[in-house]
């Protein structure tokens, strides 16, 4: 009687061993890339709510900015006053408030980074976080940028001049977050209050 044949008995011990360990290498190859994704697309979610949040928080900023009005002179606490770390007045679009009208604020850069705080009325509302420090500057009408308002010497503002009319500074034309280093950071908000325009004596030529 002839022996069986073994080349037809089946897989080897190590030709089993071979297959299992390629198997093992390939899952996890495959559960690496699966993790990789994952977290990918994770960070890309975040970066994109955090995009969205900065977004709404530069937008309260702008908004309210945009809604500032001057007060009158005797109303010393409504005035704008402003520094390199704080401004505040009235303005018609205010944050966290159900009252209509003009509200009083105050807008601050505190801390370590920077952090911007809107503050009304006995409330806080944190509108950002800088990844560095960060102050504010005001534009003025000669297209100088200054660290505080009324600066020193009010620039000019020609026949629109509101100071002229309400015996008061007038408001500048744009606020100013700008980072240390990066450009990219910076806020910029416009104020779009103009003062009515009133004739003076000299734009009349009475001589």
């Known amino acids: 009687m002839k022996p069986a044949d073994r080349s037809d008995s089946g897989f080897s011990l190590m030709e089993m061993l071979v297959a299992l360990a390629i198997l093992s290498i390939s899952a996890v190859l495959i559960f690496q890339s699966l993790l990789s994704q994952s977290a990918l697309t994770a960070r890309i979610e ?8 900065d977004a ?14 001057p007060s009158w002179p005797e109303d010393k606490e409504t005035g704008f006053i402003a520094t390199d770390r704080q401004f505040s007045g009235l303005s018609s679009r205010a944050l966290a408030t159900e009252s209509q009208g003009l509200t009083p604020f105050r807008f601050d850069l505190s801390g370590s980074p920077s952090e911007l705080v809107y503050s009304s ?13 960060a102050t504010f500057s005001y534009l003025g009408a000669d297209g100088n940028w200054y660290d505080q308002w009324p600066p ?15 015996k008061m500074p007038p408001l500048p034309r744009a606020v100013r977050i700008q980072s240390a280093t ?6 910029i908000a416009s104020i779009d209050w103009q003062a009515p325009y009133m004739l003076r ?3 009349l030529n009475l001589d």
């Open 56 to 69: 709404i928080r530069r937008a309260g900023f702008t908004d309210v900015v945009r809604g500032i009005v």
């Open 152 to 166: 020193d010497k009010i620039p000019d503002f020609g026949p629109f001049d509101d100071s002229a009319a309400y």
């Open 121 to 133: 009325n006995g409330r806080q509302v944190q509108l950002g976080a800088f990844s560095e420090d």
């Open 201 to 203: 004596r000299q734009d």
């Open 46 to 53: 975040n970066l994109s709510l955090n995009a969205g949040r």
């Open 182 to 187: 990066r450009a990219d950071l910076d806020w």
